[in-house]
């Protein structure tokens, strides 16, 4: 099936090579990361955690929503996802290999990351995320190949196939939660102590998730003559909605026990993020517009995906599903943990500003997650049309 | 053909398994010569045994407790610091001699292990409002606390840094720390600090007897243990040596001078209510 993707039209190649470019950059700017250290980045002592960690956190999020088109096929058998099931499996594929990347250039030794292995330890929250990122990983490589080929074939899928199908939905639960055990249960850092971040964490995937599965079936509409067909995108919407609400939900419950409880150390943080943080001064809100953009192009999207119109047009639907993609982004992959850094231990605040060659490396990670995923969506749709031609 | 190929296989299978098992063998001979040649390095990651036989040295009149009762710690006297200002300054200096920190010009890459800092970034959870003068004016020592129960070694994924069984110390090895920073994040005292880039330019003055460290490492206070298996006191407590501003000793130990002190006068930990059992304590 791997021979599917060397042959495509010119507009294929340019997109590769376009991402291609930006991979090369990433892999220049790491190159310079690798030998000076992560001096090269705009962490310090006090944020020692910035846009690797933050994306890593927001993909593995991505990677677990593919299970809310795993799950309602194979469990309910609702047949509607049959053709575009493979494509929330490939997308994980694609969200994981990036997680692991921004893993290994967060790094400050990378040669001796297989340290994890060699000295396994069970008491850190790290130790279960990589066994249960990989077994995702391997889970979903397993899943979709095994099922793409028996339908190249045509012929029904193995059966032992489907316990590992069936293996991977808490697997994707899994990854989630134990990526917000990363931060929930660290004693001193107060808005990550909270019991309900690896909820919000799984709501916020399951609607980011889903949007971009919707946004790359209709760009497959487009260039590749693939069509997912309206029910199943709309039964898309529907989850993404509930998923959505849930996870804005979940915010304001934050909200509330930090307000109400009137706890500073529980306040501290969401004060920085929405409305800035004065110390000994000076007014400390980096954040502020990112998360305010985040509140307002959620609920905006929102919206929009409730209404009628978005159910027959295809821009209107792939505004929607974009516009909450980014607002969860903004939540997930910039507030969230670099607002765990604020207020420091010692009751200092320093804000952190990526460096430009931090950000070359993150996007040079995007344009890999994205180029696996354009090289296995290539497979998985060059299959469908000789099945069906 | 197949006979030569076969052959071929053997003889590389054969290389293989000897290129695997020649740096165990190695190993396994080298290293109890590491440890006993290089006593000042290895005391950081060497075997348990190995710290509690120097340690036990250092500590004559410690040398009858259990060998896993030990846990040290320090009692840091603020009144003995008021009375000789600069003794702080002294204590911080020493400990950047004895273990080559580096001393950057800049906050985002500082390294520190013992920093003077204001009482209420010290004392987070305590109120300043209408603080007393004495607390309002001078800077209080920040320290690793080397916890009871840290939360840094329960986050380390690799076990880089973990308590030293026969002292109680919070230790790093420095050589399997693979800079995820996951301590960092852990600790709720803002003890750790990351090699950005390699420190050993910004070193002022080498000490040969401690090892500096590369870039893409954590590190941190480490009570000494380099110097306490060499029965010498801590850097810092020893620059301040008949002063009585810090007291280090066995905190499980009734009969120590450290117990003696904290049976006397009323001190204070950092952050007691998060459960890590700080052995650092404050008198103000």
Known sequence: ?389 | MDKQRRKFLKIAGASVVAGIGAPAIIKLSSSPAFASGHAAPAADHAPAADVHGGHADAHGAHAEEAPTGVRLGMVIDMRKMADNPGLLDNAISACIDAHNLPQFPDSKNAIKWIWKTPFENVFTDHSAYHASKKTAHIDFPALCNHCDDPPCCRACPTQATFKVVSTGIVAMDFHRCIGCRFCMAACPYGARSFNWQDPRPYIKKYNKNFPTRMKGVVEKCNFCGERLALGQEPACVEACKGTGAITFGNLNDAKSEVRAVLDKEFTIQRKPTLGTKPSVFYIV
């Not at chain 1, 980045?41 to 910035?50: L, Q």
């Open chain 1, 1 to 389: 099936m791997i021979e599917k993707t060397l042959k495509g039209k010119p507009a294929y190649w340019i997109w590769l090579a376009f991402l291609g470019m930006f991979m090369a950059i990433g892999a220049a700017c790491y190159v310079r990361q690798y030998n000076f250290g992560l001096g090269m980045t705009g962490m310090s002592r006090d944020v020692s955690w910035g846009l690797y960690i933050s994306q890593f956190t927001f993909l593995v999020g991505v990677a677990a929503g593919g299970v809310m088109l795993v799950l309602p096929y194979y469990i309910h058998n609702y047949k509607e996802f049959g053709r575009i099931t493979i494509l929330g499996e490939f997308l994980a594929i694609g969200a994981i290999v990036m997680c692991l990347l921004f893993i290994m250039a967060d790094l400050g030794q990378p040669m001796r990351a297989l340290n994890v292995v060699l000295h396994p330890s069970p008491n850190s929250m790290l130790f279960y995320d990589a066994i249960v990122l990989n077994g995702y990983l391997f889970l979903n490589v397993l899943c979709g190949w095994v099922i793409l080929t028996a339908e190249k074939k045509q012929v029904k899928p193995p059966k032992w196939i489907y316990f590992f199908v069936y293996l991977s939905i808490p697997f994707a639960v899994s990854i989630h939660t134990v990526t917000a055990m990363l931060y929930c249960g660290l004693p001193g850092r107060h808005f990550w102590l909270s019991a309900i971040i690896a909820p919000r964490f799984l709501a916020s995937a399951f609607a980011a998730g889903p949007a971009l599965i919707i946004i790359a079936c209709l760009v497959l509409k487009r260039v590749a003559n693939f069509d997912a067909g309206r029910k199943a995108m709309n039964k898309l919407v529907t989850i993404i909605i509930y998923a959505g609400l849930l996870n804005m939900f979940f915010v304001g419950l934050e909200f509330f026990v930090g307000y109400y409880s009137n706890i500073p150390g529980h306040m501290h943080a969401l004060e920085y993020l929405f409305f800035g943080l004065e110390h000994h001064g000076h007014m400390y809100n980096n954040l502020v517009p990112f998360m305010w953009a985040f509140v307002i192009l959620a609920f905006g999207s929102l919206a929009l995906l409730a209404c009628p119109i978005v159910k027959k047009d295809d821009f209107y639907l792939g505004l929607g599903c974009a516009g909450l993609f980014i607002a969860f982004w903004l939540d997930k992959g910039i507030g969230f943990v670099l607002a765990g850094f604020v207020p420091t231990p010692l009751h200092e605040i320093v804000e952190y500003v990526p460096t430009a060659n931090e950000i070359g490396i993150t996007i040079g990670v995007w344009a890999a997650g994205f180029f696996v995923v354009t090289v296995l969506y290539k497979i998985a749709i060059g299959v469908e049309h000789e099945v069906e031609g």
